[in-house]
């Protein structure tokens, strides 16, 4: 899911970004609709039970989380947008405690903590001076806009239970995500900036749809089916950490004490909420 950065920050130069994140999830519907047409066929009943939950999770997962990063990234930096984005597992702990009152314990909250303390220090470089001269603009609503969404999506994804596989649950979610996208990606056309179909668009388009697409959802998919959505929520820490390794396979940054101790910090945070979650068991 971290190569998403990748995409944010080289694939926006080349493509606007609500068509990335349109043409990325009509890309995906695509695919796995070649793999999953005839037993969606033979499921339509069940479909249509499922639809309205199907389409808010499209928009919230893939139109909400699909475009919003990449307009945040226009108007505020990589530093802010990591800050923000770790708000999500936060409003994960908060929405599934109000909600569906999941029990939040000392331990979980340790590991929040020591994940928090591993993210600041990684996108802050460890120096306290780059934290207080963050500067936050209309980017940064956007972001907290993507952070909300993911966490809705990701409670309820996991609490509606459905009668379909994930494959072809997730088929459908990324076809509405495209519907949902669909209406603004025609205004950002007419009114904002046009795509140009070129070598750039399909490469990042592709990519945007395999990696941080089909490969990332499926798998986060599965992992709240035995984790749980808080648990799995706190995953969303790592996704600072390989985006900070990220920048420097494919931008060149250095690797610095920092990045080694905000990695520890994050993998003890994780470890400890997945512990108790084996305890429980």
């Not at 694939?11 to 999953?36: D, K, Q």
């Not at 239970?161 to 509405?176: G, H, P, W, Y």
């Not at 798998?219 to 799995?232: N, R």
Request: glycine content about 8%.
């Amino acid at each position: 899911m971290a190569s998403n950065l990748v995409v944010a920050r080289g694939g926006v130069e080349y493509v606007p970004p609500i068509s990335l994140a349109f043409w990325r999830w009509t890309i995906v519907f695509s695919i796995l609709l070649f793999f999953n047409f005839q037993t969606l066929v033979n499921k339509t009943k069940i479909i249509k039970k499922e639809i309205k939950k199907l389409f808010f999770l499209g928009a919230m997962g893939c139109g909400v989380c699909g475009a919003f990063p990449f307009l945040a990234g226009q108007t505020t930096t990589i530093v802010n947008m990591g800050i923000i984005y770790t708000s999500s597992p936060i409003f994960i702990i908060l929405i599934s405690y109000l909600f569906f009152k999941e029990k939040f314990t000392s331990i979980k909250f340790l590991g929040l903590v020591l994940c928090l303390l591993g993210v600041i220090i990684i996108i802050t470089k460890a120096d306290l001076e780059i934290l207080l001269s963050l500067r936050f603009t209309t980017g940064d609503l956007w972001m907290l806009g993507a952070s909300i969404g993911w966490a809705l999506y990701s409670i309820y994804l996991f609490n509606w239970k459905s009668n379909l596989s994930v494959f072809e649950r997730f088929t459908l979610i990324s076809l509405f995500g495209a519907v949902s996208l669909f209406p603004f990606y025609v205004a950002e056309e007419m009114y904002l900036s046009s795509t140009e179909f070129n070598r750039n668009f399909f490469i990042w388009t592709f990519f945007a749809a395999i990696s941080p697409g089909i490969i990332a959802f499926s798998l986060y998919t599965y992992a709240q089916k035995y984790l749980g959505a808080t648990t799995t929520g706190f995953t969303l820490y790592l996704f600072t950490v390989y985006g900070a390794f990220y920048g420097i396979v494919f931008f060149n940054e250095n690797l610095e004490i920092y990045h080694y101790v905000s990695t520890i910090l994050v993998f003890l945070g994780i470890y400890l909420v997945k512990k108790i979650k084996n305890e429980k068991k």
